[in-house]
């Protein structure tokens, strides 16, 4: 049995951040410049196992298959020597780990000379020949790092490259222009596919992009599989939010890279995160693993014919819910808040952080008992480095953001942190002042300071709540929820762009004047898209999940019941 970074160690994580937060807020009056007491001492709790793969059901009777079938597919990430790909993922406390496929000892792994947080991971196989895989790994600011000579616990960084994050999703499906090597394919945001040949130099790992489609936007799920349907060359499949899976064989052609599309089948939504899995069972046909939103990991063998036989359970119940990203899965990254904050009246400030499966862990208090009162505070997703969210405050127009104060900002009534709204990455401020024009405040990625502020427009005063933590709408910006006076929800999709953060408004629905609260604490239930909670008067907590749905009107499923009890807190963050 193996460790991870369990549920609990990630809230030593996520309140890291707050200590020094915690500190400075003054359960007395605030003063003009108050001195922060000491820092609050945070929690600690003992990890949990992470358990082993179970492929005994997939290999049984997999010798006589091989026998019929033709050469095995070259495994995309080995490095524990048995010749099957082993699963490398992030976890919730933005860590990297194995589990291998045979008995080999898995844990951490490490990327050597590279600091920035890991958010997708791109597995890419042995691309020099040396006997050892690469792997892609995008990080939280845009850049596209190539580690090389992977082992169960690391890999060296050979190359980085910055602009990669106009792209919502980047995926491999093998090799597919037959030289041997994987290559790359990317999407932007508009819905564009772009191919990268491998090159096999580790130095210089990529061509050109040569553009290979469009229309691509319309799937929430893009997994390069390696070769399914037995012609040599890499191949896909893509979901759509409503479920559908497709099947995209091979062409062989940079420009024009998939041939048309077939219809796998539905019921794919039942999964959070779909991902390679090259071939499990050894007959020649590349597999694929999903994750249930219990955190159950599944696989199923290909047929060969771009279409998969019934699903074989991989490991325990619930197994697999610490991992945010598995490597080559097909949601797109999230990271930067993932749990909320609770205040009561009496000021006493409690945080939940979510678990991958629609529900939230037991609360931890922040700092000392009604230590939080009297100021107005938020909990945005994260401003600097880390890929945790961080608490802010306001007293007598001076803000607190972790170690960093800044004045001016007292003609606010309104501060949130919805993410990344300008396309570098880093987590960004919207505020609102007492005339309703809202702006918006560029971090720096450090959370020590923050750009001169940019006007949004006016008539945000007719909102009674403003809500966002990273992406509800499915195409990778962060989005603004905002709750009008009669009630009706308005979604405000993000741009990337400064001067226009947000396009035009779109409305949810009506009748959410029924919530005392409703709060935006990212991805709920795993997939990637930020989910929504509301409470009612009398403290029964929903969720909303978030089905990345073209039609505003289906921008979340039918309510769910968290729990009962929330109205001791008449804030949440």
């Given at each position: 049995m193996r460790t991870a970074f369990s549920l609990r160690g990630r809230r030593i994580a996520a309140c890291t951040a707050l200590a020094l937060s915690a500190g400075m807020l003054l359960a007395s009056p605030a003063v003009a410049q108050p001195t922060p007491p000491p820092a609050a001492e945070q929690p600690r709790h003992a990890?949990?196992?992470?358990?082993?793969?179970?492929?005994?059901?997939?290999?049984?009777?997999?010798?006589?298959?091989?026998?019929?079938?033709?050469?095995?597919?070259?495994?995309?990430?080995?490095?524990?020597g048995d010749g099957f790909t082993d699963v490398l993922y992030r976890d919730w406390n933005s860590r990297l780990g194995v589990v291998p496929s045979s008995d080999a000892e898995g844990g951490e792994w490490s990327r050597s000379g590279a600091a920035e947080v890991p958010m997708d991971l791109v597995p890419l196989g042995d691309q020099n020949g040396n006997g050892q895989p690469e792997v892609l790994v995008l990080t939280k600011y845009g850049k596209a790092e190539l580690h090389g000579e992977a082992t169960l616990y690391g890999a060296y960084n050979y190359w980085t490259g910055g602009g990669w994050n106009v792209y919502n999703k980047v995926f491999s499906p093998g090799d597919v222009d037959g030289d041997g090597r994987f290559d790359l394919l990317a999407r932007k945001h508009n819905g564009e596919l772009y191919f990268y040949r491998g090159t096999g130099n580790l130095y210089a790992p990529f061509s050109a992009p040569v553009k290979a489609g469009v229309g691509w936007g319309a799937f929430d799920q893009l997994v390069g599989i390696g070769d399914n349907d037995g012609d040599g060359r890499g191949d896909a499949v893509a979901r759509t939010p409503d479920g559908n899976l497709y099947f995209y064989g091979s062409t062989g052609v940079k420009t024009n890279p998939f041939k048309p599309k077939k219809l796998i089948g539905g019921g794919w939504n039942a999964f959070n995160q779909l991902l390679s899995a090259d071939d499990v069972n050894g007959d020649g046909h590349a597999d694929l693993f999903a994750r249930s939103v219990d955190g159950t990991l599944w696989a199923y063998p290909g047929r060969g014919n771009g279409t998969f036989t019934t699903r074989t359970r991989v490991s325990s119940s619930g197994g697999y819910l610490s991992v945010d990203q598995f490597a080559g899965s097909g949601s797109i990254a999230s990271a930067g808040k993932n749990a909320l904050m609770a205040r009561t009246s009496g000021g006493t400030l409690y945080w939940y952080g979510v678990m991958n499966n629609g529900k939230l862990t037991p609360r931890d208090q922040v700092g000392d008992a009604g230590g939080w009162a009297g100021a107005p505070m938020g909990f945005a997703a994260a401003l600097d480095s880390d890929a945790f969210g961080d608490l802010h405050f306001t007293i007598d127009g001076t803000l607190y953001v972790n170690d960093w104060t800044g004045g001016g900002w007292g003609s606010y009534n309104r501060i949130l942190g919805p993410g990344d709204l300008n396309g570098d990455g880093k987590g960004d401020l919207l505020a609102r002042d007492r005339s309703g024009v809202l702006y918006l405040m560029r971090g720096n990625g450090e959370g020590t300071g923050f750009a001169s502020r940019i006007r949004v427009g006016s008539g945000w005063g007719a909102y009674n709540r403003l809500v966002g933590a990273g992406d509800v709408s499915g195409d990778g910006r962060a989005?603004?929820?905002?709750?009008?006076?009669?009630?009706?929800?308005?979604?405000?999709?993000?741009?990337?762009?400064?001067?226009?953060?947000?396009?035009?408004?779109?409305k949810v629905g009506g009748g959410w004047n029924t919530y005392r609260q409703i709060v935006v604490p990212g991805d709920v239930d795993?997939?990637?898209?930020?989910?929504?909670?509301?409470?009612?008067?009398?403290?029964?907590?929903?969720?909303?999940?978030?089905?990345?749905?073209?039609?505003?009107?289906?921008?979340?499923?039918?309510r769910a019941e968290v729990g009962a009890g929330w109205q001791v807190y008449p804030d949440l963050y």
């Amino acid at each position: 049995m193996r460790t991870a970074f369990s549920l609990r160690g990630r809230r030593i994580a996520a309140c890291t951040a707050l200590a020094l937060s915690a500190g400075m807020l003054l359960a007395s009056p605030a003063v003009a410049q108050p001195t922060p007491p000491p820092a609050a001492e945070q929690p600690r709790h003992a990890a949990a196992p992470l358990p082993d793969l179970d492929l005994s059901p997939l290999r049984a009777g997999a010798t006589a298959r091989t026998a019929q079938a033709g050469e095995a597919l070259p495994p995309r990430f080995d490095v524990d020597g048995d010749g099957f790909t082993d699963v490398l993922y992030r976890d919730w406390n933005s860590r990297l780990g194995v589990v291998p496929s045979s008995d080999a000892e898995g844990g951490e792994w490490s990327r050597s000379g590279a600091a920035e947080v890991p958010m997708d991971l791109v597995p890419l196989g042995d691309q020099n020949g040396n006997g050892q895989p690469e792997v892609l790994v995008l990080t939280k600011y845009g850049k596209a790092e190539l580690h090389g000579e992977a082992t169960l616990y690391g890999a060296y960084n050979y190359w980085t490259g910055g602009g990669w994050n106009v792209y919502n999703k980047v995926f491999s499906p093998g090799d597919v222009d037959g030289d041997g090597r994987f290559d790359l394919l990317a999407r932007k945001h508009n819905g564009e596919l772009y191919f990268y040949r491998g090159t096999g130099n580790l130095y210089a790992p990529f061509s050109a992009p040569v553009k290979a489609g469009v229309g691509w936007g319309a799937f929430d799920q893009l997994v390069g599989i390696g070769d399914n349907d037995g012609d040599g060359r890499g191949d896909a499949v893509a979901r759509t939010p409503d479920g559908n899976l497709y099947f995209y064989g091979s062409t062989g052609v940079k420009t024009n890279p998939f041939k048309p599309k077939k219809l796998i089948g539905g019921g794919w939504n039942a999964f959070n995160q779909l991902l390679s899995a090259d071939d499990v069972n050894g007959d020649g046909h590349a597999d694929l693993f999903a994750r249930s939103v219990d955190g159950t990991l599944w696989a199923y063998p290909g047929r060969g014919n771009g279409t998969f036989t019934t699903r074989t359970r991989v490991s325990s119940s619930g197994g697999y819910l610490s991992v945010d990203q598995f490597a080559g899965s097909g949601s797109i990254a999230s990271a930067g808040k993932n749990a909320l904050m609770a205040r009561t009246s009496g000021g006493t400030l409690y945080w939940y952080g979510v678990m991958n499966n629609g529900k939230l862990t037991p609360r931890d208090q922040v700092g000392d008992a009604g230590g939080w009162a009297g100021a107005p505070m938020g909990f945005a997703a994260a401003l600097d480095s880390d890929a945790f969210g961080d608490l802010h405050f306001t007293i007598d127009g001076t803000l607190y953001v972790n170690d960093w104060t800044g004045g001016g900002w007292g003609s606010y009534n309104r501060i949130l942190g919805p993410g990344d709204l300008n396309g570098d990455g880093k987590g960004d401020l919207l505020a609102r002042d007492r005339s309703g024009v809202l702006y918006l405040m560029r971090g720096n990625g450090e959370g020590t300071g923050f750009a001169s502020r940019i006007r949004v427009g006016s008539g945000w005063g007719a909102y009674n709540r403003l809500v966002g933590a990273g992406d509800v709408s499915g195409d990778g910006r962060a989005d603004v929820l905002a709750r009008d006076g009669s009630g009706t929800l308005w979604l405000y999709k993000g741009t990337g762009v400064s001067t226009r953060p947000f396009a035009t408004r779109q409305k949810v629905g009506g009748g959410w004047n029924t919530y005392r609260q409703i709060v935006v604490p990212g991805d709920v239930d795993g997939d990637g898209r930020a989910d929504l909670l509301a409470t009612t008067p009398g403290g029964t907590l929903y969720r909303y999940h978030s089905t990345a749905a073209t039609n505003p009107a289906a921008t979340f499923a039918k309510r769910a019941e968290v729990g009962a009890g929330w109205q001791v807190y008449p804030d949440l963050y």
